[in-house]
């Protein structure tokens, strides 16, 4: 049985982590740790809100005491750091929150996790502490170049991928230098439910159901490898079960698209969802397009993004034949049931652009 505290779980990718963590290892205690910042929502965590073994607090990841006090309280063994800055636009904006939350924050909880694992030994021999990183850590590819694999060398170009291959470069130094017990994993783009709608797919489907267009940066060449959230979720799972400590693991699905293409297979499954289900159009009167079935006709081409990186893809060689990750869902299944349930979870999105 573990105990995790898992910080970030109030955002799109730790609370999806927590759902799975809930669901397949019911006996184990999960705390989670969020600030509620504009990215977090106590409502991605209504699902398991009533389990006896999990249990949420609002706090900042730079309050190192607040941090260590949970360590020693739920006598935790396994951090798992999803809590970040994560949305490149608004590192271009306004930088200082992603250096102060994704590097001083993870910086917080390397010497919280020190000082209560290896100084005090509170669990000082059955700790892990697992960092979940990004595949722009890597920097931008070309064309005909390989995927990057673990040993590509770091070229981050955003203030955003910066960030992150900071806190990557102090989670390995706290290793190196202290023997702190961390994994990291670097993961592609993923989807699914409870992604906040700034981001593409979810951008897409709630623009879509509001008929406003839908801004493609540049020419919309740009290559993104996508991954189910939950297949994200399975991978850290089986870090942490089976990875080496120490060591870095790729996750990724080898599923590239240029987002271009993206938009407009989401425009060709919302046209097929409203011609397959006549309720949908009484639901969603605004979505004149998709009713119509021509939902592509709100494409528009926008200035692209300052220093927007060309293509991302993952090699995970690695973690396929180390631990046997594999991904659970096509893109064909994993985009099916995120569009269903945007369709079905109205309430959810609306909330959330309540006054945009
Ligand atoms: P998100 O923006 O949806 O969620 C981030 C969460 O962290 C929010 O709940 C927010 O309230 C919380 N948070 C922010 N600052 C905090 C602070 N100082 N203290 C405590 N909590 C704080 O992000 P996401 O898309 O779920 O990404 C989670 C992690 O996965 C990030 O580290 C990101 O870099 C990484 N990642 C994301 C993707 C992706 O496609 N979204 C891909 C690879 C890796």
Redo the contacts with the bound molecule.
């Keep these: 049985m573990k105990n995790l505290l898992v ?9 999806n982590f927590v759902h799975y963590w809930i669901k397949n290892y019911p006996q184990d205690t999960v705390i989670v ?9 106590l409502a ?1 965590l209504d699902l398991v809100k009533d389990h006896p073994n999990y249990k949420f607090y609002q ?4 309050d190192t005491a607040l941090v260590e006090t949970l360590l020693r309280e739920h006598r935790i063994d396994t951090l798992v ?7 490149v636009d608004r590192s271009i904006s306004g930088p200082d ?1 992603f250096i ?3 590097i001083i ?1 993870t910086y917080s909880l390397l010497k919280a996790a020190k000082r209560v694992w290896l100084d005090e030994g509170i669990n000082r021999d059955t700790h892990r502490l697992h960092h ?5 850590v890597y920097g931008t590819l070309e064309a005909d170049d390989p995927a990057f694999s673990e040993s590509t060398p770091y070229a981050p170009n955003s203030p ?1 991928s910066a960030s ?1 291959a900071a806190s990557d470069h102090l989670v390995r130094a706290y290793h190196h230098t202290y023997g702190l017990e961390v994994t990291t994993s ?6 699914g439910p409870f ?2 709608p700034e ?1 593409l797919i979810p951008l897409v489907i709630t623009n879509i159901l509001r008929d406003l267009s839908l801004p493609i940066y540049g020419d919309g060449q740009q290559i993104r490898d996508w991954l189910y959230v939950e297949d ?1 979720a399975s991978g850290i799972d089986k870090v942490i079960r089976q990875g080496n400590i120490g060591e870095c693991y790729n996750i990724g699905g080898i599923n590239e698209w240029a987002n271009i293409d993206i938009v407009k297979l989401v425009c060709k499954l919302m046209n097929e969802q409203f011609a397959k289900q006549s309720s949908l159009a009484a639901q969603y009167p605004l979505a004149k397009s998709a009713i119509a079935g021509n939902s592509e006709k709100l494409i528009s081409f926008v200035e692209d993004r300052a220093g927007h990186d060309r293509r991302y893809a993952i090699d995970p060689t690695k973690s396929n034949k180390e631990l046997g990750y594999q991904p659970h869902e096509s893109f064909e299944t994993g985009i099916q049931k995120t569009i269903e349930w945007y369709l079905d979870n109205p309430v959810w999105w609306q909330e959330l652009l309540k006054g945009n």
Aim: charged share 15%; glycine share 14%.
């Design positions: 910080t970030g779980g109030a955002g799109f990718i730790g609370a740790l969020d600030a509620l910042t504009y990215a977090g929502n991605n706090g900042d990841i730079c750091h999803f809590a970040a800055e994560s949305h929150a102060q939350t994704n924050g979940v990183s990004t595949d722009e955003y992150k670097n993961c592609s783009n993923n989807y992604h906040f981001k994200h």
